[in-house]
């Protein structure tokens, strides 16, 4: 069997696969906003007893290797009665960690909002919530859009780890095609082809909402 003839034969199984991958990447980003919106607002508050928790976390799931997160969620937590489906449990540990790293990006954001903003909300007799919420995150968050982009086409590869607790993907439906024909050259090849071109259409949707995002701020 030639090349091409092998590729034909996979393309079925492989593009399936990678259309749960741009699902489970989807999920997980907005798993993962969910998550680290919150958090980023903790770490910026003036009360320590808020940051701390939301440090730790940050702390804990960007310094430890994701695929160590989804074996603890996928095999570890079932000792202690908490049992997940291999989806749930993948998009779990992607939303958990995306949202650590968004986190970083909404603070950072935040925090680059000039302190005049904050002043002039407060001279007009807004309070922290109004102000953050009105002024300030709105702002924030067109600064934090390339940032979180970039999360996302990471999320894209990332969904790769999920294979190892059989959570059908790109890459687990790239191994069973390998299994059935022993090719893995061919096979790998398209699979990084096929994550190429999604990092790469996620990178033309960035480039257009941040061309909006502009031009909805200079109108404003």
Do not use: C
């Not at 997940?84 to 954001?109: D, K």
């Not at 007799?125 to 300030?136: D, F």
């Not at 190892?164 to 390998?178: F, G, N, Q």
């Amino acid at each position: 069997m030639d090349w091409m003839e092998l590729l034909e034969l996979a393309a079925p199984v492989m593009l399936k696969g990678a259309g749960y991958t741009v699902l489970y990447a989807v999920a997980a980003m907005l798993g993962g906003l969910l998550i680290g919106f919150p958090v980023a607002v903790l770490r910026i508050v003036p009360w320590k007893l808020a940051r701390w928790p939301a440090a730790f976390y940050v702390s804990l799931f960007r310094g430890t290797p994701l695929l160590v997160q989804l074996f603890v969620i996928y095999y570890g937590l079932p000792s202690v009665g908490i049992e997940f489906s291999p989806v749930t449990a993948g998009v779990l540990a992607l939303s958990l960690n995306s949202g650590a790293y968004l986190s970083e990006s909404l603070r950072g954001a935040i925090l680059s909002v000039a302190r005049g903003q904050w002043s002039a909300s407060y001279s007009l007799g807004m309070g922290y919530g109004a102000t953050l919420r009105w002024i300030v995150l709105p702002q924030a968050l067109r600064i934090a859009v390339p940032a979180m982009s970039n999360t996302l086409i990471s999320l894209i590869k990332d969904t790769s780890l999920v294979s190892v607790i059989t959570m059908a993907e790109l890459m687990l439906a790239t191994k069973e095609v390998i299994a059935t024909t022993f090719q893995p050259l061919p096979l790998y090849m398209a699979a990084a082809a096929i994550y190429w071109v999604l990092s790469l259409a996620f990178e033309a949707v960035q480039r257009h909402a941040e061309r909006r995002l502009n031009r909805s701020h200079q109108h404003g």
